[in-house]
């Protein structure tokens, strides 16, 4: 028999070819799948007894010859009859065709690798493709060839075993899908979790020989015979058909789900902190297992480790608009066929059922976390700086995930202390209140840095956080907006005794002229576009000056830093500090005093150094000048 496929889909090959062509390896998936899917069924039929006897080995095989230049995708399931054929291969295997065609005529962005062509694909890479097919019904075997173009023929045949085979006649531009190394590691891509085992070639495994001996030392001056080991060939199995997502949480080990972190990524070492394993059935159906992984200071720049499968066959491993955007810095993997794989991306973020499936994980991923809070406390607090900016980034993209975090966010102080948000808010709560009734938070970004200020806080009876992450001040104005009354400070934006201001003055020893007379005098000594001079009434045992850097302006500053566009403004502002000048200290009255005008400024030099060194500021030239000038000083 000969025939058309169908009129309509004349130019369809050459489309084929043009619009896939940086997936077209995706071919391969779609055979494999095709063939799972036709063992699956005659399993299922099997199980009925609509299928009698035995059904045999059921293993997958594709085979590659390099001489013919042919691919072979053989199943040992269903089979078709040739008016299946006539169905499924020459109907309706096509009927999408032209609609395929008007629907992405025009489309610019990036399509998921998955088109619903199915069968057809294999004619990305292949000039012509057979197929040999025996139903498990009585139905005699069928010879199908097409040579792509819309032409096929169509013949009995007399293959003997249930099942199909197509072989694909690759073409000479796509030769690399006839080496092995090639097609294996495409396998391992796509098929690595079917359902059906896959056999691709052969390995070698080192065995005991059952015949021969060998001699070998034992170790005391003699020897000893013990079986030799011998290389056995034996086909190689590319898949694992029962993955752990697939299985009950009940029956894994925590081993059980290590182990299977190591096999998703054979080349990442470290292990993951914990998982979260998914399983829903209404109203979708998602299985998989999240993974949570150290995440330091930064935000890994690689975030497609999320692989995504469609009933354990890989689609992608690029989760963006189906995943929230701070669970992409998860690990692990989702399954679900519930999310449609055949449309743009933009078409995805509004799915209903790709927004219910992000929400569902989003919400598991908070239930998790606030149950370790709850009944792990300890073991939570130790994996806290593990997964801490991955909390932070998911409070400040996610409102519902805000809501649920802020009962189980924790903040670190310098003394390395956890607290709940809540319990902290209590504790500073008395020392820590201003004028204006605003509870004042203190942190650091880098204890070794600020250590001079810290210090000071401290021996007022102050809490210091420590908040070093990226986020940090994206974060604060997150929990500034969060609790009213609630204002976070730098441990060196101001003096200790304004770091929260209250309302009692310590007088001042120097009058507004003698002030006046100063502040030139140090003025003419320091970089006048980066430091402020500012008078201050302290203690008169406090530091004679000290640095210090508005909060607002370092922090809009480091926000435009690491959120781009938009506030360039602040992004191109000069770094400023204010040189705070205790005007109660005696060495500030000893500036004023002296008559030698060398002598002055010298003095002035070394008490801003001094305060720059105390900021991590001083450096360079800036440090040996001083270095040598205290030596002076002290000769
Ligand atoms: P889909 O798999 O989405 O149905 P395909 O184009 O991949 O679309 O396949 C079309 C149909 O051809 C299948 O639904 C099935 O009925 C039939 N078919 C394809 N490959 C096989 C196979 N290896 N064994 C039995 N039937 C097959
Ligand atoms: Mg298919």
Redesign the pocket.
């Known amino acids: 028999m000969q025939g058309n496929i169908n009129v309509q889909t004349e130019n369809i090959f050459p489309v084929i070819k043009k619009f896939l062509y940086s997936d077209h390896e995706i071919f391969l998936r779609?055979l494999v799948?095709?063939?799972i899917?036709?063992t699956q069924k005659l399993k299922t039929l099997s199980s009925r007894n609509e299928v009698k006897g035995e059904l045999g080995d059921l293993t997958v095989e594709i085979k590659i010859d390099s001489e013919a230049k042919t691919l072979s995708v053989i199943?040992h399931?269903?089979?078709?009859t040739g008016d299946?054929v006539e169905k499924?291969?020459n109907q309706?295997?096509f009927s999408g065709a032209t609609d395929f065609l008007e629907k992405y005529k025009d489309v610019q962005e990036n399509l998921i690798g998955h088109f619903?062509?199915?069968?057809?694909s294999a004619f990305m890479v292949a000039d012509s493709v057979e197929i040999f097919?025996k139903s498990y019904s009585d139905a005699p075997a069928v010879h199908w060839t097409c040579d792509g173009s819309p032409s096929f023929t169509m013949e009995e045949c007399d293959k003997s075993d249930r099942g199909?085979a197509?072989v694909l006649h690759i073409a000479d531009d796509c030769k690399e899908f006839l080496e092995e190394q090639q097609v294996l590691q495409l396998l391992r891509k796509y098929c690595r979790f079917m359902p059906i085992a896959i056999r691709f070639g052969e390995e070698s495994e080192w065995v005991d020989s059952e015949t021969e001996t060998e001699e070998i030392d034992d170790g005391k001056g003699g020897k000893t015979s013990r079986p030799k080991r011998v290389e056995q060939k034996k086909p190689r199995i590319i898949n694992n058909t029962e993955p752990a997502w697939r299985k009950t949480p009940a029956s894994l080990s925590a081993d059980d789900y290590k182990n299977f972190y190591h096999e998703l990524y054979p080349m990442n070492f470290e292990e993951p902190l914990f998982q979260i394993h998914l399983n829903v059935d209404y109203p979708f159906n998602l299985t998989g297992i999240l993974f949570f992984p150290k995440i330091r200071k930064t935000i890994d720049p690689n975030r497609n480790k999320i692989q995504l499968y469609c009933n354990q066959v890989f689609v992608t491993d690029s989760v963006e608009g189906i995943v929230p955007d701070y669970l992409m810095l998860l690990h692990g993997v989702l399954d679900s066929p519930d999310i449609p794989l055949n449309v743009s991306r933009s078409y995805l973020q509004s799915d209903s059922n790709v927004k219910k499936i992000s929400s569902h994980i989003s919400k598991k991923v908070a239930d998790k976390l606030e149950e370790m809070f709850k009944n792990e406390r300890e073991d939570f607090e130790k994996k806290w700086d593990d997964i801490k900016i991955f909390v932070e980034y998911g409070m400040l993209t996610d409102e519902d995930f805000k809501k649920r975090a802020l009962k189980f966010y924790l903040f670190k102080n310098t003394d390395g202390k956890y607290y709940s948000l809540a319990d902290y808010r209590d504790m500073i709560k008395p020392l820590q209140t201003d004028k204006d009734n605003t509870v004042c938070y203190i942190y650091s970004t880098d204890t070794t840095e600020q250590h001079s200020y810290i210090a000071k806080a401290k021996s007022k009876g102050y809490d210091i956080l420590l908040m070093d992450s990226v986020l940090t001040p994206h974060f604060i104005n997150l929990l500034e907006r969060e609790e009213e009354k609630t204002h976070f400070v730098r441990v060196d934006a101001d003096v200790v005794e304004k770091l929260i201001p209250h309302d009692d003055n310590i007088p001042e020893k120097l009058t507004k002229e003698q002030q006046d007379t100063l502040k030139p005098i140090i003025e003419a000594e320091i970089d006048k576009e980066h430091y402020t001079v500012q008078m201050a009434s302290l203690e008169s045992d406090d530091q004679p000056m000290v640095i210090t850097q508005d909060e607002w302006m370092r922090r809009y500053k480091e926000m435009a830093a690491t959120s781009g566009g938009g506030m360039n403004f602040y992004g191109e502002m000069p770094e400023r500090y204010n040189l705070v000048v205790n005007i109660n200290h005696p060495l500030i009255e000893q500036v004023l005093n002296e008559q030698d005008a060398d002598k002055q400024k010298q003095l002035v030099h070394q008490l801003t150094d001094l305060a720059l060194l105390a900021n991590g500021l001083l450096k360079g030239e800036a440090l040996t000048q001083f270095v040598q000038r205290s030596i002076d000083i002290i000769k």
Do not use: K, P
């Open positions: 779609e799948s095709n063939a899917d036709a199943d399931g269903v089979g078709m299946e499924y291969i309706i295997a619903g062509l199915g069968f057809y097919t199909t197509i």
